[in-house]
């Protein structure tokens, strides 16, 4: 058994930071990339920031320069750093992380940028 849990999200205006933690806990041998995920209501859940075993990361193009994702790989822990959020982020957030080609979920935590 694998499991992840989240911790940061929260209310945060318009120009703010949050950083997002997951920690993952159990069956763990090799995770081959790390991940973030977001989904806004009455739309598909769509890739935020992974990163790799080897290091390599990539972004969406809307979140590319504002955010950034990182990984301790003794603690198992991996990390997104949000800045200059926008509105247009708000979310629920769900790490993910891919074991032996088996994808595993976190329980989401809500991101939400308002004045």
């Known amino acids: 058994q694998v499991q992840l849990v989240e911790s940061g999200g929260g209310l945060v205006q318009p120009g703010g930071s949050l950083k997002l933690s997951c920690a993952a806990s159990?069956?763990?041998?090799?995770?081959?990339?790390m991940g973030w995920y977001r989904q806004a209501p009455g739309k598909q859940r769509e890739l935020v920031a992974v990163?790799?075993?080897?290091?390599?990361?990539n972004y969406r193009d809307s979140v590319q320069g504002r955010f950034t994702i990182s990984r301790n790989n003794v603690r198992n822990t991996w990390y997104l750093q949000m800045n200059s959020l926008k509105p247009e982020d708000t979310a629920v957030y769900y790490c993910?992380?891919?074991?032996?080609?088996?994808?595993?979920w976190g329980q989401g935590t809500q991101v939400t940028v308002s004045s």
């Open positions: 993910n992380a891919r074991i032996s080609s088996i994808d595993y």
């Open positions: 159990g069956s763990i041998f090799n995770i081959y990339a």
């Open positions: 990163i790799r075993s080897g290091g390599s990361a």
